[in-house]
């Protein structure tokens, strides 16, 4: 049978169905409280402003804004994006105005429309990412509209070859514990599937002050032009995102989740239909965010939010909570 719940035959869930106003869409992610567990996905959405002239931005449940980075940065040269079979790959180079310009023009918007903020930090060294949480921090102390940072630890570490933060358990550490020195919200750090060992990385960065996690970012990949043998890319390389990696971000989900069953998850990668946004919660996500999908449907969130209530009414369920880490493995 499909997956898409408005083809759901009704004479199979008969007698077992709830009233969709009744269904609980409510769910706790590392202490920030959410009337339901769609966000956005950071780099995605911006921060909001271009997607409200489709639909009021304070309806997502949060909103991650793209990375924020302690100066400007112009991005990587185009091309910069490529299509790829369910999904896209991009090399986009963490393009924002630097978290001065950020505060100043993108949060006092945000605040003015009441919207749930995570926002995501980026940087080159531990001092960059410490001086970006401490420049949102003084921009709004009392936590107001910034709920959460998500710590992105998949960019290069200048200070050692270039590594990719996430790469490294103890380097992903040493960048969390400067965040959290600093940090009046909770924290999540963003963690690549590009390592040999996931649970590892996120067991040092928990270890190290982490309140929760995001997982997964992007998948390294490649696209090569069959005619000109160039890559579709101007950096060769870039992150693949889309329904193509969605396996691959459940499987991390519930790899840490039965690992690290206390640790509360923000599952991110491909969801695109209301049974997405169940297979990361039986893997052991808390919330998902939303990325890929609002390039092909803007109103994504809101849709997703409805889906979610009448397939869990369909099925009896009062809340999505029961629903956290209830994948059932087969018995032997």
Request: proline share 7%.
């Amino acid at each position: 049978m499909s997956s898409d719940v408005r083809r759901l035959d009704p004479a199979e869930v008969a007698g077992h169905g709830a009233d969709r106003a009744e269904v609980d869409l409510s769910t706790d992610l590392a202490g920030l409280a959410l009337p339901d567990p769609i966000l956005t996905a950071s780099g995605c959405f911006a921060s909001g402003r271009e997607m409200d002239r489709f639909y009021d931005v304070d309806r997502i449940a949060a909103v991650v804004v793209k990375s924020i980075t302690r100066e400007p940065r112009r991005g990587l040269p185009t091309p910069r994006m490529a299509e790829t079979p369910s999904g896209m790959l991009n090399a986009i180079g963490l393009q924002n105005p630097g978290v001065d310009a950020w505060v100043a023009h993108d949060l006092p918007w945000l605040a003015e429309r009441g919207v749930r903020v995570v926002a995501s930090i980026a940087g080159k060294s531990v001092a960059d990412y410490r001086a970006v949480a401490e420049a949102l921090r003084a921009a709004d102390p009392e936590a107001a509209t910034i709920r959460a940072f998500e710590v992105n630890l998949s960019c290069p570490n200048v200070e050692d070859r270039g590594l990719v933060f996430a790469c490294d358990p103890s380097v992903a550490a040493e960048v969390i514990r400067g965040v959290r020195s600093v940090a009046h919200v909770p924290m999540l750090a963003k963690l690549t599937s590009d390592v040999t060992d996931i649970v590892a990385v996120a067991r040092a960065v928990v270890e190290a002050g982490a309140d929760g996690l995001t997982l997964i970012n992007t998948v390294l990949g490649m696209v090569i032009d069959p005619e000109t043998g160039r890559p579709a890319l101007s950096n060769t390389y870039g992150g693949l995102s889309g329904p193509a990696i969605r396996p691959i971000a459940v499987r991390n989900v519930h790899q840490v989740h039965t690992a690290m069953p206390e640790v509360p998850i923000l599952g991110c990668g491909g969801v695109r239909e209301a049974t997405d946004v169940i297979q990361f919660l039986r893997a052991g996500a808390s919330a998902v965010s939303v990325g890929t999908s609002t390039f092909v449907d803007p109103f994504i969130g809101p849709t997703l939010v409805e889906e979610l209530r009448t397939w869990c009414a369909q099925r009896g369920i009062a809340t999505v909570r029961e629903l956290i880490g209830t994948c059932t493995p087969w018995e032997a």
